[in-house]
């Protein structure tokens, strides 16, 4: 993928978003428009076309836990009423902290600075019971929510309504075939009529459910995981804040680019107020720099980075910290040659990208076994392995600038014909595009500095967190 490329498809997309005729095939009970529901879905199917992308994401599978814990100690309904609550936050980025701690390391600081105050809804797909032990406050699983929503949703009838939404979904989708820059397949298209099919139903449904759970737990706050991605269940998350005047909010989980098409979109949809009606009302960013590059109905506003504030900014060793993202098979080819090539004596730790951390991906690591210096680096947090680490390999990831801010050597691999992503610092990192060229800048390793990026994040978050939370009334 290059980035003239995406940068093309999405300057078409956002055009297209322009055009406010695109917005009027709406759901009858709230008038939002059928295209946020699936924008994500198409945007990245168009991108996986036309780049040529075949990656896919596995996540864990759920599997049935004691019914005690899920539906009596875990029901979200069986809560105290506390402040702030974190939505809709799962299990595949867990890991374990120095201390002992088992969370999602980038939010947990958030959530544990007012601990008695906050509550967590935490996603339901379990793998074992390492998700249980996790040391978020006063959890609870949104499993049970869940079922609820499924029951309701088995007893609801058509009714006439109904046939004619459905007769207004296949304009919608004559209208996409009309309309698009981009063709859009046969199979697609009739995903896109199932899935909204199912939104008439489903989302009536699922926000009556959560506007009944958040009238028991009366947070003043709901901060949504990936909000603006717009997942079924945090889209209803969000109607049903604003239905009860709640104030909504999502905090920076990673990378932002200027061309994250979750944080961009047309003109259209950016003055249209029942769009408006499904974003979250602030997106707190780690950093001032992150917020020239949102361009959505939202108010931003920096939190702050607590993430990497035990992170050392000098370390002697010559070890290596090499950052995949999802695209396994071409990584492992660059590992290879590395692995082969470098100093016995330098460890390199080789951490996987969250959605690739599951067993098929493990089985390929096996054979590594024989090499005394690697290091699967997925059981701790990012920080940890930082302060083991002066060199750091890294892409199209987040992990670039917090490399750089706690003063590491970039070694930026240019995935795929990536040349010129990150225009603020491409000149604090050292570029390669595989082995061969990784070699020649190691070999004279001695000779590349460390910039300190300081500038790319806050880090009085604690002082910054607390602010927010005076400025929109959470807190006294």
């Known amino acids: 993928m290059t980035e003239q490329n995406k940068e093309y498809i999405l300057k078409e997309i956002y055009k297209f978003e322009s055009d406010e005729n695109l917005l009027k095939y709406t759901f009858s009970d709230v008038e939002i428009p059928y295209w946020m529901y699936i924008r994500q879905r198409i945007i990245r199917k168009t991108e996986d076309d036309n780049l040529n992308i075949t990656e896919t994401v596995q996540k864990k599978p759920y599997i049935e836990q004691h019914r005690i814990e ?18 809709f936050f799962d299990n595949a980025v867990f890991s374990k902290n120095e201390e002992g701690v088992i969370a999602e390391q980038r939010m947990y600081p958030y959530m544990e600075l007012f601990r008695e ?34 029951r309701r949703l088995q007893t609801v009838q058509k009714k006439k309504k109904g046939k004619k939404s459905t007769k207004n979904i296949k304009r919608f989708i004559q209208y996409l075939e009309d309309k698009y820059p981009y063709q859009i397949d046969f199979q697609t298209k009739k995903q896109i009529f199932e899935e909204l099919k199912f939104i008439m139903e489903f989302q009536p449904v699922a926000v009556k459910v959560f506007e009944k759970y958040l009238s028991i737990v009366k947070p003043k706050i709901v901060i949504i995981n990936c909000a603006s991605y717009f997942p079924y269940w945090e889209i209803a998350m969000t109607i049903a804040c604003k239905k009860r005047n709640i104030i909504t909010a999502e905090i920076q989980h990673g990378m932002i680019g200027k061309w994250s098409e979750a944080y961009h979109c047309g003109n259209a949809i950016k003055k249209n107020e029942f769009c408006k009606l499904i974003y979250p009302d602030y997106y707190l960013t780690r950093g001032a720099y992150w917020n020239q590059m949102i361009d959505i109905p939202t108010t931003t506003y920096v939190i702050g980075n607590a993430k990497l504030s035990d992170v050392k900014k000098t370390v002697n060793s010559n070890n290596i910290l090499f950052v995949a993202e999802t695209e396994i098979d071409f990584y492992i080819d660059i590992l290879d040659y590395i692995l082969e090539h470098i100093e016995k004596d330098i460890i390199l730790y080789f951490r996987l990208h969250p959605y690739r951390y599951n067993e098929e991906v493990l ?34 990831s987040m992990v670039t600038y917090e490399a750089l801010s706690v003063g590491r050597i970039v070694l930026f691999l240019k995935e795929n014909g990536y040349k010129k992503i990150y225009e603020e610092v491409q000149n604090m990192v050292y570029d390669f595009s595989d082995g061969r060229e990784f070699m020649e800048l190691w070999n004279r390793k001695e000779e590349l500095e460390a910039v300190v990026y300081s500038s790319i994040f806050e880090n009085d978050w604690e002082k910054r967190y607390r602010g927010f939370l005076k400025k929109v009334g959470v807190l006294e």
């Open 70 to 87: 899920e539906n009596i100690r875990r029901n979200p309904f069986f809560s105290a009423s506390r402040d702030i609550l974190f939505a």
């Open 363 to 396: 089985y390929k690591f096996r054979e590594y076994d024989g090499y005394d210096n690697f290091v699967l680096a997925n059981d701790r947090e990012l920080g940890y392995y930082l302060n083991q680490c002066r060199f750091v390999i890294s892409s199209y």
């Open 117 to 150: 105050n906050t509550t967590v809804l935490v996603s339901y797909q379990y793998e074992d019971k390492f998700e249980f032990q996790c040391s978020y406050p006063h959890w609870r699983s949104d499993r049970f929510l869940m079922k609820c929503i499924g």
